[in-house]
């Protein structure tokens, strides 16, 4: 029984739109990541420069020992940091590449920096914290000063050690402690490591021809140059400005520069959906009547949302699988033609409006949120270089080519994403037996949990392939952190040295992300993006677990119910329990 009052033949006409649209984009890219580059050395290098850097203090190289450590200082370190305090666990050293805690909040502090996950869910350790955010979304700087907030309260910055990254990190069998060493000559020991380096920290450019050739002014959409732009962009008004890109991070800035600039450019080769930001000032009689334990309180209520009703399960399983999919896909199609009529309603211009309509399904790429991105087309210094499809692939000295027009500009943003961490980690990571991470994943990944990888004791991943999917990624991190506070705690009251997850334990968790695999819209149907690897094949286990977020958390309860039976415990060198 259909629906809806429309015939199928609509929805099959923009299936098939939807279709031409990712064909056409995958003949002109160069297959999967290969068209980009995060290798920001030699003339690229400007491109990664740390534009916040506070003059690292020369420092001798450390060779300490601590109990649990960090790579990376953003939100998977600073939640789980807090869980630890909980436990008594305080021996914390966070090793971070910035100068400071705040992850992607430290890095990205361009004009118009927010998020779009409502504040009183994304933001950590609320309760704890005993902070109520100012809006219903909160801006850049107040999810920095919020994670600075958080390693204040937990004396995070006594240990921890910045502009510093982590090369290597190996397990000693003797000493059962992993050395930790970096780009400053330190051999740090840690008992527990913590890959908490996020997924989308390394900037990553287009390679496009010609790009060192320009001879104005360029930088990455994460490393923003006040110097160059002005606090408040005011020194953008005598200039002209070009942006390469549309994801979110472009939608943020687009309406700042184009308040600002003497012109803007965005060259544009797949737009973005682009929805109501629908924000407001916290009421503060609302934040004095909370009371304590309300963020854990709006968590466990997030968790019991997305579990189905059993009415609406049986009704569900009765269909076809094909007929399950016809719904689904026709709603997601309802969904982003409201998307496109939203687009004419507000843009005046129809072939600007037609140019950014995006065709594809709903979550197919990053959904955005902002009141302010459409107006800016409507602005007259404003204009849209729509590529469709190709993207920028020649840089003059003046600026972008396209369509053998060179468009002249001052400033060129790079808003063009960042490289995906599928694995979780970034640096050599040696387990027992002298076996590398990256050689034991060559056949794909292989971990319980998306968090614990066997052979690798006392090691945990945060954020990285085979764990859950979600949008506001810090609830995932969060269960995670629980998880591995509560890891850490159960080695350290019961006398254990160790825990290493077993190979059955492993496979157990491979197949179950192999089992859920087809369960989503990220698939290679999708228009190509980061969100499926560029549209390239990719192994069926390198990807996210898509069995559900609540049965994620429900599998972490179970595993560490049943410690023994997913773990070696290990009480002294080689003795496991
Ligand atoms: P994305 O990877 O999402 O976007 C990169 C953009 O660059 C795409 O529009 C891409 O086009 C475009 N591009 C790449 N090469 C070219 C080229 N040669 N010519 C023209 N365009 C090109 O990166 P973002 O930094 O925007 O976002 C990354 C992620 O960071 C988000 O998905 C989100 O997870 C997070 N984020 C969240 C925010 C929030 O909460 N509001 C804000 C900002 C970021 P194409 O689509 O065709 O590949």
Known sequence: MPRTSRPQSYYDDIKTKFKEERDKRLTYRPPGTAQYTSELTGELEKYSTDPWRKEAPDREPINDQVEVLFIGGGFSALLTSGRLHERGIENIR????????GGTWYWNRYPGAACDVVSYDYLPLLDEMDYVPVNHYSRGPEIFGHCQAIARKYNLYDLAVFSTTVTETVWNEEEQLWHVKTNRGDDMRARFVICANGTLAKPKLSLIDGMNTFKGHAFHSSRWDYEYTGKHLENLKDKRVGIIGTGAS???????????????????????????????????NWARRLQPGWQAKRREKTLAAVEM???????????????????????????????????????????????LKPWYMFMCKRPCFHNEYLPTFNLPNVTLVDTKGKGITEIGERGPIFDGVEHELDLLVYATGFEVQLTGIYNSIVGAGGQNLQDKYADGIRTLLGIHTAGFPNLF??????????????????????????????????????????EDAESWWVQEVINHRGKTSRSEDCTPGYYNFEGAENRRQDGNYNGGFRKYFQHQGEVRSDMAQYFHLGKVKGEAS
């Open 94 to 101: 966070i090793v971070e590449r910035g100068s400071d805690v």
């Open 250 to 284: 472009a939608v943020q800035i687009v309406p700042e520069l184009g308040k600002t600039a003497k012109s803007l450019t965005v060259f544009q080769r797949t737009p973005s959906s682009i929805d109501v930001r629908d924000d407001w000032p916290t009421d503060p």
């Open 309 to 355: 009703s059993p009415e609406k399960r049986a009704e569900l399983d009765a269909l076809t699988p094909e007929e399950k999919v016809r719904r689904q896909e026709n709603s997601n199609i309802n969904h982003m033609m409201r998307i496109h009529k939203r687009i004419d309603e507000i843009v005046d211009d129809k072939a600007t409006a037609e140019a």
């Open 461 to 502: 991943i945060m954020g990285g392939y085979q764990a859950s999917f979600q949008f506001n990624l810090t609830d995932m991190l969060q269960t995670q952190g629980d998880h591995i506070a509560a890891c850490i705690d159960h080695v350290r009251t019961h006398g254990y040295q160790t825990i290493d997850a077993t």
